[in-house]
Every structure is written in C-alpha cells, then in structure tokens.
C-alpha cells in the first residue's frame, strides 16, 4: 500500500483567510474534487498493470477483485459470445477510476453499484470511470455487458490460448493472459477470487467448467444452462469453460485429508478435529491448516468429448486414486472438487492445470501428464505464483512431482530423473529462477532444473526435512500467492539452516556445476 501525502490546513481569520479560502474551494470543486468536510474523496485513478517483470501491463491497481459472477452465452455457429460480468471488488485506494483487463470483445455497457458508468478502450485496457469516487476500503460491484467472437492470443513462444473454436464448440485456456479474450478482469495471478459462472449453449451440448456443477436446465428453447461455482480463490488464468460434445462421469476420491495424528501444519504441529459449519466432524477429524475441516473424500466429475471418451475411461477412472495418494505426500487436497476435461486433438497444443479440473488433448493424457497436471493443484493452483518470475515453483514442483511418482509406485529412483536432466544442455540455457524473456517462461529450465532445485533440497536437508517442506509449504500459503523468496526463507526456516550454496548454483547459477 502507498502511502499519500496529506495536505495540512491551517486555519486563519480574517477577511483575506475567507477568500483565500473561498477560493480553494471553488477550485477543488471545479477540479471534480470535493472537500472533508462534505465527506468526500479526492480518487485517483488505479494503475493500468502491475509491472509484472515479463507482462508489465498485465492486471490493474486500486482494487482487488473478491468475487466474479459470468453469464455467458454461445453460439458455435456464429462464434459469438454474449456475457454480464459482474465483479465484486474491494478498493485499495481512493479512486476516481479503474482498468479491467479485455481482449477485442465490445462493451455494451457498464456500471458501478447499479449507477451508469463511463467506459473507454485502449487496445486491451477497459477503464471505467464511476459516477461516484470510491473510497479506500469500500466494498463495490462493477457490472459489464458485453459481447463479439472472442479471438486467441498467440503467446511470446507461439502457442495460442484463450477462447479456442472446436468443431462444435469451443476450449478456453488462459496461461498467462488468456482469460481477458472472454471475461473482463484483474487478469494477474496475484489477484485471486472466487467464481459463480452461468454457461447457456445449443441443445446437444455440454458445457463444462471448474469447481462444483450447482445446476442445469434445459429452456423453452431448448438451450442448456449450467452453473458452476469455485468457492476457493482461483487466478483468472486458471479458468476454464469447455463446450462441445462431451460425455461426463462422476466419482469420489477418498482419504483426501490427512489422519488427526498425522500431517504437519506450517508450525510444524499436528492437524486436530474440529466441527464442521453444520456440526458434523470429517470421519478422521482432521482439519486444514486454517482450521476448517479437511474433506476426507472430493467429488470427481471428468468430461471427454464422445470420440475419446472410451479410450480415455480408464485413466480418467485412476483420478480419485492419484488424487489420494497425492493428498498423502503434499497434505490435504485444497480444493472442494476434482476431475478432468479431455478434449479431441487439433485444437489445444498442450495440458493445462485449469483448477479442479485440468483440461488435456487427449494425445496428452497420459498418467505421467496427468500426474503433473493434479499436483498443480498444490503447487500453482492453491499456493500461486506472486508473478510470472515465480513460476518455476509451479512448473518445478509438477515435474518433481512426477519423479516422487514414479519412485513410489513404479521402481524408478528421483535420482535416474535428476541424472536425465543434469546431462541435457538445454535444462542450462538460463536459471530457473530468471526467464530472459516471457518467450522462456515454458521452457525446459523452469521444468526440469526446477525439479532439480528440489531434488538437490532434498538431498541436502535429508527425506524427513523434505517431506515437511513439501507438505508444509502448500499449507503455510494455501490459497494464497507466494515469491521464489518466499520459498527460499521457508526452507531454510524448515531446515533451520542457510542454504545460500544451494541456491546460488541451482536455482540461480548460470553455469552447470562440475559435480552434482
């Protein structure tokens, strides 16, 4: 938080200290300013981007968001899409105006606690300016109706993401800036909040997003309406909608909290029971590290489209086992419901952690891929990167994640995957910690030499200090952004020790060292 200079007033008599006075008054009036004695503010206008280090114009300032509430409407046919948005915000400033992030779609409308608000467009910027100045500390609900054919952005690397045409519908991802192609927003991960979405779509189809299915109707029309809702905090990259053609299954998975004498919490003291909001108590009584009960068993709801569907069943099938035994290396699951989306090939180049329900091609669903995709949900979805320089923590702890995985349950030691990566030039193009570019933030680095940061923590500190870091650190920062300087001091406070040596040649260091 800034902190504003305040103006001191002296009070003077006489005739002269009246107009003087008088004067000031009027200019501050004409300026569209008001004075403290009327109880009114003197806003300025909220940042247009965040400085993040590689996408500087990426979200806004002056507020952060609380609560989005999307109704959206499609049609493949035309590839238009209709949508309210309705952003539940808190101010972190006095502001006389704020900038949403919007791709290409026209704004109809817009308004601010339900009084008209004016809007104008600069390239991706939306910037409203309310009737009302806001204050510092108020609670306020932006409203914007919108719509157009949203268009995908072709990342620095080139890939494309955001709202993605399928034969008869569409997939939307939104790694790093996708999401602002079809709902206005702070789009940086480092504003999280929670989401209520309302998706209609042609007879036929279905249309699939994160969190928990809440409704679903058919119209008069005999269009199709589902509701979907995300009550724990999600960056806007993480959201998803997928619309076509799909078959849906439903499943549990259990054993997704830890046992009452079992997992540490950040403080290093065990999880103990406590009642749920409506009396009842998780059947092992145990509790997240905020003190709400842990869900002993998460629903799992996955969706293939029809031509993958048979030939996806039985991995889609392994999701609650992955998921439990997941929850019993990292800590409880962070999230109130699970799954998967898989989509036919040709149109999505990659697989993406969506929360709660990670989206693939189906040529990329593969136990591996679906092992890193889940483990995301830990390390990325719930603990999110502070910016996109922070990165590797999601990617490195994914992969490692992977190599815990296959050392549990399939014989092959993390060390064989170290010794892989270690002799591969192109994990050393750059530390993993600094990307030169935001063309790089994908590349092999952030994955495998992160991992690596990991494997090489490990070793150092020995198994025991390892396993409470891993399960400690999504709970110190559950739901919440997170730094690489974070992490670093994390660890060291977990192991009770520098580790200035680790770091300077693994996650920062230029060169391959000599000896692993």
Same mark, same amino acid.
């Given at each position: 938080m800034t902190q504003r200079n305040r103006t001191d007033r002296h009070h003077r008599t006489g005739a002269a200290a009246g107009g003087l006075a008088a004067a000031l008054t009027a200019l501050a009036l004409l300026a569209g300013g008001c004075t403290e004695a009327t109880g009114g503010?003197?806003?300025?206008?909220?940042?247009?981007?965040? /400085?993040?280090?590689?996408?500087?114009? %990426?979200?806004?300032?002056?507020?952060?968001?609380?609560?989005? *509430?999307?109704?959206? *409407?499609?049609?493949?046919?035309t590839g238009r899409l209709d949508g309210t948005a309705e952003i539940t915000a808190r101010a972190t400033q006095d502001l006389s105006a704020f900038n949403l992030d919007l791709a290409g779609l026209t704004v109809d409308r817009a308004s601010?606690?339900?009084?008209?608000?004016?809007?104008? /467009?600069?390239?991706?910027?939306?910037?409203?300016r309310p009737r009302e100045e806001i204050r510092e500390g108020a609670e306020f609900r932006t409203t914007v109706v919108y719509g157009g054919v949203p268009?995908?952005?072709?990342? *620095?690397?080139?890939?494309?993401?955001?709202?993605?045409?399928?034969?008869?519908?569409?997939?939307?991802?939104?790694e790093p800036a996708g999401s602002m192609t079809w709902f206005?927003?702070? &789009? &940086?991960?480092?504003?999280?909040?929670?989401?209520?979405? !309302?998706?209609? =779509?042609?007879?036929? %189809?279905?249309?699939?997003?994160?969190?928990?299915?809440?409704?679903?109707?058919?119209?008069?029309?005999?269009? =199709?309406?589902?509701?979907? !809702?995300?009550?724990?905090?999600?960056?806007?990259? %993480?959201?998803? =909608?997928?619309?076509?053609?799909?078959?849906t299954t439903t499943a549990v998975a259990k054993g997704t909290a830890p046992k009452a004498t079992g997992a540490p919490t950040a403080t290093g003291a065990p999880t103990t029971g406590s009642p749920a909001p409506d009396g009842s108590t998780t059947p092992d009584g145990s509790t997240t590290p905020d003190g709400s009960p842990a869900p002993a068993a998460v629903p799992v709801l996955t969706a293939a489209e029809r031509p993958v569907a048979a030939r996806t069943a039985a991995l889609r099938g392994e999701i609650p086992e992955i998921i439990?035994?997941? *929850?019993?290396?990292?800590?409880?699951?962070?999230?109130?419901?699970?799954?998967?989306?898989?989509?036919?090939?040709?149109?999505?180049?990659?697989?993406?952690?969506?929360?709660?329900?990670?989206?693939?091609?189906?040529a990329s669903f593969d136990r591996t891929t679906l092992v890193h995709e889940l483990a995301h949900q830990w390390f990325g979805n719930s603990v999110s990167p502070a910016s996109w320089r922070d990165l590797w923590l999601n990617e490195g702890f994914a992969t490692y994640a992977e190599w815990l995985y296959t050392e549990e349950y399939e014989g =092959?030691?993390?060390?064989? &995957?170290?010794?892989?990566? %270690?002799?591969?030039?192109?994990?050393?193009?750059?530390?993993?910690?600094?990307?030169?570019?935001?063309?790089?933030?994908?590349?092999?680095?952030?994955?495998?030499?992160?991992?690596?940061?990991?494997?090489?923590?490990?070793?150092?500190?020995?198994?025991?200090?390892?396993d409470e870091i891993l399960r400690g650190w999504p709970a110190k920062y559950r739901h919440a952004n997170a730094s690489t300087d974070d992490f670093t001091a994390y660890a060291e406070s977990v192991a009770g020790r520098d580790l200035d040596q680790l770091w300077d040649v693994w996650l920062y260091g230029e060169e391959k060292p000599d000896a692993p």
């Open positions: 503010v003197r806003g300025t206008p909220g940042a247009a981007g965040l /400085r993040d280090p590689y996408f500087p114009k %990426l979200g806004n300032g002056g507020y952060d968001v609380d609560r989005y *509430a999307l109704t959206l *409407a499609y049609d493949p046919g601010v606690d339900g009084a008209p608000a004016s809007v104008n /467009r600069a390239g991706n910027e939306l910037t409203l268009e995908p952005i072709t990342d *620095a690397d080139g890939s494309e993401e955001g709202w993605l045409r399928t034969a008869d519908g569409v997939v939307a991802v939104g206005p927003g702070n &789009h &940086h991960p480092s504003d999280k909040a929670v989401y209520e979405l !309302r998706l209609t =779509v042609p007879a036929g %189809l279905e249309g699939i997003s994160n969190g928990t299915r809440t409704g679903r109707r058919t119209g008069a029309d005999g269009r =199709v309406t589902t509701e979907w !809702r995300t009550t724990e905090p999600m960056a806007s990259y %993480l959201a998803t =909608v997928a619309i076509g053609r799909y078959e439990a035994r997941q *929850a019993r290396r990292f800590g409880p699951y962070p999230f109130s419901s699970a799954g998967a989306i898989v989509t036919v090939d040709g149109t999505l180049g990659y697989a993406l952690e969506t929360q709660t329900r990670p989206v693939f091609p189906a =092959v030691p993390a060390r064989t &995957h170290f010794e892989r990566a %270690l002799a591969q030039e192109a994990n050393w193009a750059f530390p993993p910690a600094a990307p030169p570019a935001a063309e790089n933030l994908f590349d092999p680095p952030v994955y495998q030499r992160g991992a690596m940061v990991l494997y090489k923590l490990r070793e150092t500190v020995g198994d025991r200090t390892f």
